[in-house]
């Protein structure tokens, strides 16, 4: 699978908001996707060869939370996910970032599998935060440690 990266803020928007429309019931507004493209948030497109997903973090200071990690509902299940969030995690690292954060939706088994598969642990959980159609559901808290950079990413 040949994919590409690029900064989340030189994609088109409207790619990215389609593909959270779609990707989530309950999808961030516009504005709040739109807020997300500028310091002190940062993230990347992942395109093969049209955008199929991205994800966005903010940083403090050797802190990144991971808000948003999305993939094309027609691209799911290609490995995209998994490239998407190791990249973030690499590029977090290269800029400085010693952990990182994250909430999921206690129902999206997938993504907890993934995280899970790539060093996340749960550290606790947010009682009824998420809406569902039936009411509400628990964010799982999730976080892991990041290694330094390597040499060369230091220096890009």
């Known amino acids: 699978m040949a994919v590409s990266f690029e900064a989340a803020s030189d994609a088109p928007f409207e790619a990215l908001w389609h593909i959270e429309q779609r990707a989530h019931p309950y999808p961030w507004s516009e504005s709040l996707l739109r807020s997300c493209m500028s310091a002190p948030y ?3 497109v992942i395109t093969n060869p049209t955008t199929q997903g991205f994800y966005l973090f903010q940083q403090v200071l050797d802190e990144v939370t991971l808000m948003n990690l999305c993939v094309d509902p027609d691209a799911q299940g290609q490995g995209l996910g998994r490239a998407l969030l ?4 690499e ?3 290269a800029a400085g970032a010693a952990h990182c954060f ?8 997938a993504a907890i599998s993934l ?3 790539l060093g996340f642990a749960e550290d606790g959980r947010r009682k009824g935060y998420y809406p569902t ?3 509400r559901e628990d964010a799982v808290l999730m976080s892991r440690t990041l290694p330094p950079p390597r040499p ?4 890009q």
């Open 42 to 44: 940062w993230g990347e």
């Open 86 to 89: 190791s990249r973030a995690l």
């Open 91 to 93: 590029k977090a690292s």
């Open 102 to 109: 994250l909430e999921v939706r206690a129902s999206n088994a």
């Open 115 to 117: 995280y899970q598969k």
């Open 133 to 135: 159609r039936d009411g």
């Open 152 to 155: 060369a990413e230091a220096t």
